[in-house]
């Protein structure tokens, strides 16, 4: 049957610690998820298939060895996770402010092979104060390129900021994450 798959799946992301993440020196910060209306501190993992941000909608989702995966309301898995799992997910929402905490996001950007298209993108995310930009892949045929840019963002809000000014840029036609 599947479900030995699905738990070499999630026990191979098990490493990923979102508590790790966080520097530990400061605890005053207060980027915690609440499962099911009050449970605060457990212990949870962002899943990768959707890498959720602070800010996003979000479920959690009871793991075979006992943590929480949290998956964005639109995760590509959601539906499949809902049929096939329902008694595993649980309510969650984001408590408190996501200060310093940064989430390394993937944008797919296609476009006109414009001479300066890529200067202009990563122009437009290096003056946008709070995000990074960690990694850009280009790939480019028959006057269309495809790019990959990975960029590090707080939270949603910025996020779309970045992206509606992505949108703008000259033979930029889509703009995805």
Known sequence: S??????????????????????????????????????????????????????????????????????RIDCPNANQMRDRFGYRIVKARWAGKSEGTQYPITLRVVGHDDIGIVTNITSIISKENGITLRSIGINSHDGLFSGTLT??????????????????VKGVKQVTR
């Open 2 to 71: 599947n479900d030995t798959h699905d738990d070499i799946v999630y026990r191979s992301a098990e490493g990923y610690n979102l508590q790790n993440v966080v520097d530990e020196s400061t605890t005053s910060k207060e980027d915690v998820l609440v499962i099911d209306q009050d449970l605060k501190g457990l212990d949870f993992k962002l899943a990768r298939c959707c890498s959720p941000i602070y800010g996003d909608d979000v479920f959690g989702f009871v793991t075979v060895s006992g943590g929480i995966k949290v998956h």
């Open 151 to 168: 960029v590090m963002v707080g939270d949603t809000g910025r996020l779309e900021a970045l992206i509606k000014k992505m949108r703008t």
